[in-house]
């Protein structure tokens, strides 16, 4: 087996890129593009980039654009579960990308449809011939994405696939409770906050100590760092410290899907989890030079 299944987040992303300080009341310049994205679809695209041969994605989308959505997932590599809603649009999420703050973004988020996946939705067959499940945090976030992600943990913990969890918003994490979210969550093998998501998810104030953390209550907890490289803590501590390739950053949205990606397929390749931090860390610089979330 060396299949991925991703179960999560497929979205419409308004992306608008501006390049001065935006004027509240009035109009900013910006270039505005319409492009797939979603954190559990964008990870899985970049899975498939990074040499993983079978990348398949369950997610939850309106009629309206799923058949755009199906095509851009098989055009990067990914063959597409998608569940289509009759009657709620697909999500969409504005990201404000400013290029005089280091590409740094800003989301606005309509879910639609993604949190209307439910167990209903799900099917153990969905694990046949995979060797490890990868759940995007977007789905504990509402009803019922939060039982289908229940369901998906425990039929892969019933085969003994691992399986990680990306906990996607610091935002969502705190309306959430991260009490909640971590009762949500155990089980998992592998959890893959950024620095602020593992913040608060410990109330540790240094990344590295949350990590640390973090890595009492799962196997393997990596926080990344942004520019700063990643952070990989096993049983209680920091294990590496894995640097980041230094690249003039044009949007950062999806970098964090991006290594998540990366970091999978390197590790379903055999790499241990400090090379495959690495291999993250270079799919995330990859993808901050470029405008959009998607490889492809």
Known sequence: MSGLLVVGDVVTDVVALHGEPLAPGTDTAARIGIRPGGAGANAACWA????????????????DRAA???????????????????????GT???????????????????????RLSPADWSPAFLDGV???????????????RGAAAAALAAARERGIPVSVDPASAGFLGKLGTDRFLGAVAGASVLLPNADEARLLTGAADAGAAAAALSRAFPLAVVTLGRGGALVAVSGAVVARVPAPQVAAVDTTGAGDAF?????????SGAPPAE???????TAARAVTRVGARPV
Request: hydrophobic share 45%.
């Open 260 to 268: 998540t990606g990366g970091f999978l397929a390197a590790l379903l």
């Open 131 to 145: 060797a490890r499940l990868h759940l995007s945090g977007y789905l504990f976030f509402g009803e019922p994405g």
């Open 93 to 115: 999420v504005v990201s404000l990308v400013d290029a005089t703050a280091g590409a740094e973004r800003t989301f606005l988020t309509d879910s639609g449809a993604v949190l």
């Open 276 to 282: 495959a931090a690495a291999a993250g860390c270079r």
């Open 68 to 90: 755009w959505h199906e095509a851009e997932l098989r055009r990067a590599g990914v063959r597409p579960l998608l569940v289509r809603d009759a009657e709620v649009p697909t």
């Open 48 to 63: 498939a980039c990074s040499g993983c041969g079978d990348v398949r994605l369950l997610g939850r989308v309106g009629a």
